[in-house]
């Protein structure tokens, strides 16, 4: 039977293939700005017909209609990465946190998650009857290849990316056809503080080098910095508009990367219709899935990998929050520890830590360097594997550093209004004065 056939044999209503799940299933829904909006809508329209479906993803760029209070008997979340539409089902205790690093998700699905429904957003068939996973490769083809039934709405819209990103017809269950656009995020404003980090960070970046950058002003403040740059390479879990600008520009060519050359690697992408535009049958940007790119030791055959990530906050020793607020759950490990231990392996690789030296908060303005990290809150990046912690202020070289010097330069690159605190802390733990020890932050 030809592909085309069974495309047709396939093709139903969202409300009739959404009627195949079953009470007690897992249903595991595609990544981010990937996920298929008709369907999870039809799935929730249905609710009245499920109890205790668990409904397992990282970050939603969608509304999470499943997590609303009145869905509670029909539905659960479990959350890999919580986002701003399911942190209050999580706060409320009416959704579950699986922690996970963003590269063993693919194995949670083969193992201890088993995936009996995997909802999928994908583009139309090519002439051979391979759709594209398109924005949304990452754990979105490892939970197709690993469910029992696939769903797949097929979307006009769905760019048709490259690399590991394929599925032929004859691995859907049920064929959905619904044109929604992919969602778009707008670039962040960049003010001041996020332009000075961003210079700080691009001075660590040397022509030739390898990037994993992710989304939002600091990552596009970078970028700013980086126009004289000459031969950069993308190895990143996911990039956005910013990077594309780059590339249009001839500054990121992936010329000098040694593992594979020419191309951008990536795993997911977020950003707006240009972006989209611009990798639609764009052979120069591969997607893989996440357990290939975001594997550290894959990260470190890219030589001269600089990794930039950002972080809730980070203690005077140098550990590294980047998930909870105390013991509020806020986001998820994602890919930060994938790619900082990349970066470490990799042959004059550097990871940076990139964020604001204050935040504001109920209780006002606070620093995000800190005597203690804040009680119930989880260690994300452990002391013994931050590289560089960057502010506006400064940058600080922890990598090598006793507990004392790295205390030192943390302060350093601390707003100026908590420093006094900063330092009575330090002259207690390390019984001495804080201005004796000449120290340099960046050496």
Not at 67 to 95: I, W
Not at 268 to 286: A, C, H, I, Q
Not at 365 to 380: C, H, N, Q, R, Y
Request: net charge negative; glycine share 8%; proline share 5%.
């Amino acid at each position: 039977m030809d592909w085309k056939t069974l495309y047709k044999d396939k093709l139903m209503t969202a409300g009739e293939a959404v009627k195949r799940i079953k009470s007690g299933d897992r249903v595991v829904v595609s990544h981010a700005v990937g996920e298929p909006r008709t369907l999870i809508s039809a799935m929730v329209e249905n609710a009245d017909q499920y109890k205790g479906v668990e409904i397992v993803h990282m970050v939603a760029m969608g509304n999470s209609p499943y997590c609303r209070p009145e869905m509670e008997k029909h539905f659960r979340h479990n959350s890999l990465f919580v986002g701003a539409s399911t942190r209050q089902a999580v706060a409320d205790g009416r959704a579950d946190v699986t922690p996970v690093f963003f590269s063993e998700v693919p194995e949670l699905f083969r193992t201890t998650l088993p995936v009996d429904v995997a909802l999928v957003n994908l583009s139309p068939p090519d002439e051979h009857g391979y759709c594209s996973f398109g924005v949304s490769v990452d754990y979105s083809k490892p939970a197709a290849e690993a469910a029992k039934l696939v769903i797949a709405q097929v979307n006009a819209n769905m760019p048709r990316t490259f690399g590991d990103s394929f599925i032929h017809i004859s691995e859907l269950d049920c064929i959905v056809e619904a044109d929604d656009p992919v969602i778009e995020l707008p670039q962040g404003k960049i003010g001041d503080v996020q332009r000075a980090i961003g210079k700080n960070c691009a001075s660590l970046i040397n022509d030739g080098d390898t990037l994993q950058l992710g989304i939002g002003a600091i990552p596009d403040a970078v970028m700013l910095f980086l126009k004289d740059k000459k031969d950069l390479g993308i190895h990143s879990e996911m990039f956005s508009d910013g990077t594309v600008e780059l590339m249009e520009a001839g500054v990121i060519t992936n010329k000098r990367k040694n593992f594979h050359p020419g191309k951008s690697v990536v795993t997911f992408l977020m950003g707006t219709k240009r972006l989209y535009d611009y990798v639609n049958n764009n052979p120069s940007v591969e997607m893989y899935p996440v357990d290939f790119v975001n594997n550290p030791y894959i990260i470190a055959e890219n030589d001269n990998l600089v990794a930039i990530n950002s972080c809730i906050e980070v203690d005077l020793t140098g550990q590294v929050v980047s998930t909870n607020i105390g013991l509020t759950q806020f986001s998820g490990v994602g890919g930060q520890v994938d790619f900082v231990r990349g970066a470490q392996m990799s042959r004059g690789g550097r990871s940076i830590m990139a964020m604001p030296s204050t935040t504001k908060t109920k209780r006002g303005t606070i620093s995000k360097i800190v005597p203690l990290i804040t009680e119930g809150a989880a260690v994300t990046t452990s002391r013994d594997e931050v590289d560089y912690v960057i502010t506006e202020y400064g940058i600080a070289k922890l990598k090598g550093k006793t507990l004392r010097d790295r205390a030192r330069a943390l302060i350093e690159i601390a707003h100026p209004d908590f420093r006094p605190d900063l330092i009575e802390e330090y002259e207690k733990r390390f019984h001495s004065k804080f201005q004796d020890a000449p120290h340099k932050a960046y050496a």
